[in-house]
Structure formats: structure tokens, C-alpha cells
């Protein structure tokens, strides 16, 4: 329908047109936000119950790389009483640096702190004999127990928070809408009722030769484009 068809209609026809649309979006929406407050209260529950588990391993697997991380301490003061060559400094350096690492592995954890010992062996330094080593090696290994529960139940939440969020903003949208629908319903059936003049402003100056809307939008905008130069 071209602007000159669609001038053509009469405005009470129009008026009915868009009320019979506003009308069925009303009629239909209440069941589709339904259904999704419904899909919105199972997300929320999920994603309290996945937090709650992220929440109950997490401060374990914390106070865990807290005590695997007590030998680099140790090792840190232990090689200070020895003269390192500048080599043997840089590589001890790098691997405690990666041990202190929550993105290490359990794994290669061992293997650094093998290749350390190994190191300061040389300088007749025994790094078993520290007094934190066994406790960072029992944490490490209570680790390598906890990590792959600790990994599950942070994705479990993500997801399940992620799923939750959308649901959230699925239902707020829908919300919206209908709000918006309902405004719309009253304000046509009040025009309906009453006239169009006040909506006709636009219409009647254009068949009179006048400028449209929008023109006069756009001569606005240059307006105060050459006033800002």
C-alpha cells in the first residue's frame, strides 16, 4: 500500500485495523508470558541450587591453592642462602611463578616442583626436607580429587545463570508488551469514540502542499547543524 492508498483509508478504518492487532496481541500474550514465568521460576531454582554447589566447593578448592602454595615460599627463602648461577635463578623463578598458578594442573604442578628439586639439588639444597612440602603436596593432591568437581559445578552455574538471565529478559520484554498493548487499546478506542483531528495535523498539511513529517524533522536537524558551525 503506497502513502497515497494508504491516505485514502479512512482513519476510523485504519483506528479499527490497529486496535484488532493491539486486541490480539493482548488476547495471546498473557499464556506465552505464563509459560515463561513458569520456564523463568525452574531456571531461578536451578541456578540457586547450581550457585549453592559452586559456593560450598569453592572456598575448599581456595584454602587448597593457599596450602599448595605454602612450599613456594619455602623454596623462595631456601634459595636465597645459596649463590645461583643466573641460569638456574631465571628457570627456578619461572617455575614457581607458573606453581603459584590456579591454572595449574595438579599434574604439571608436580613435574615444576620436581624440575625445582632437581635444580637446588645441585646446591646440596633439599627441598623434600622443607616444612611445608608435604603439606603442598597433600593439598595438591586433594586437588587433583576436587578440580574436576570444582570445574563441573562452575559451568553447571554459568549455564544455569546464563539460561536464567535470558528467561528474565524474555519475560520482562513480554511484560513490556503487553503493558504497551493494553495503552494502545485504550488510546485507539478513545479516538474511536472520538475524532481524528488532532492525528490528521500531519495529513492534512501534506494535501495541502505542505511538508511532511519528516521533512520538517530533517530541515530541524540542518537548522541546528549550522548553528553548531
Known amino acids: 500500500m503506497t502513502p497515497e492508498d ?4 479512512e482513519p476510523k478504518v485504519l483506528a479499527k485495523l490497529i486496535l484488532h492487532k493491539r486486541e490480539r496481541i493482548s488476547h495471546s500474550l498473557p499464556k506465552t508470558i505464563e509459560s515463561v514465568a513458569a520456564e523463568k521460576h525452574t531456571a531461578e531454582k536451578l541456578a540457586r541450587r547450581s550457585r549453592d554447589v559452586k559456593e560450598e566447593i569453592e572456598p575448599k578448592f581456595n584454602n587448597l591453592l593457599k596450602e599448595r602454595n605454602q612450599i613456594v ?11 645461583l648461577t643466573p641460569e638456574d635463578n631465571s628457570q627456578i623463578s619461572e617455575l614457581v611463578s607458573e606453581m603459584e598458578s590456579d ?6 604442578y608436580l613435574q615444576k616442583l620436581e624440575k625445582i628439586t632437581n635444580i637446588c639439588s645441585k646446591y646440596n639444597l633439599d627441598i623434600e626436607g622443607l616444612e611445608n612440602y608435604n603439606i603442598s603436596v597433600k593439598a595438591n593432591q586433594a586437588l587433583s580429587e576436587l578440580a574436576s568437581d570444582y570445574e563441573k559445578a562452575k559451568n553447571d552455574w554459568n549455564e544455569n545463570e546464563s539460561h536464567r538471565r535470558r528467561l528474565e529478559s524474555k519475560f520482562t520484554k513480554l511484560s513490556t508488551n503487553l503493558k504497551d498493548s493494553e495503552k494502545a487499546k485504550e488510546f485507539w478506542l478513545e479516538k474511536i469514540d472520538s475524532n481524528f483531528d488532532e492525528l490528521l495535523i500531519d495529513a492534512k498539511r501534506v494535501a495541502d502542499g505542505g511538508p511532511s513529517s519528516r521533512q520538517i524533522s530533517r530541515n530541524r536537524k540542518q537548522t541546528n547543524g549550522k548553528r553548531r558551525i
Open 73 to 83: 615460599l619455602s623454596i623462595s627463602d631456601a634459595v636465597l642462602s645459596v649463590e
Open 103 to 108: 591454572k595449574t594442573t595438579s599434574n604439571r
Open 6 to 9: 494508504l491516505l485514502r483509508v
